[in-house]
């Protein structure tokens, strides 16, 4: 039996903060010296709310694979499958190098794991492979 697999991170993150910050300074700026009208500053600035939102909240994901299950939370959400039921670990590298994990069950439901809750790929793909798992890799694809 060996060591379970675990990652976890919070959702916030000093690069979030800065990029906040320097999105309210350059609109402050444009209402400022540039006369912008009031109605854009706040439509503009309302886009940011969700990841002020997410940076005041700061909800904990993770994942946990051991030898008999993988775990996976993000927030409030959550979800477990024994690793007897999963074909395959299908492993979608995005157009924007992202690297998206989805679960092939044995019937053919497809999971998929938040983006939030997934490791980096390198490791766990080491891992999957570690406990007998077949891994497969999709770059760059648009469609499934």
């Known amino acids: 039996m060996s060591q379970p697999f675990t990652y976890e991170r919070q959702s916030r993150d000093k690069r979030t903060a800065l990029l906040i910050i320097a999105i309210w300074t350059a609109l402050v700026m444009g209402w400022v010296f540039l006369d912008m009208a009031a109605w854009i500053v706040f439509l503009l600035a309302a886009f940011t709310l969700p990841a002020m939102w ?3 909240a700061n909800p904990l994901s993770g994942l946990t694979l051991d030898d008999e299950r993988i775990t996976w939370f993000s927030g409030k959400r959550g979800g477990e499958v024994a690793l007897s039921e999963i074909d395959h670990v299908r492993l ?3 157009l924007d190098l992202s690297v998206r994990v989805t679960l092939v069950t044995r019937t053919g439901t497809r999971i998929r794991l938040p983006y939030e809750a997934t490791p980096p790929h390198e490791s766990f793909e080491n891992e999957l492979n570690q406990r007998g798992l077949k891994t ?4 760059f694809q648009l469609f499934q």
Not at 136 to 139: C, E, L, N, P, V
């Open 54 to 56: 997410d940076h005041y």
């Open 136 to 139: 497969r890799r999709a770059h």
């Open 92 to 94: 979608d590298t995005r």
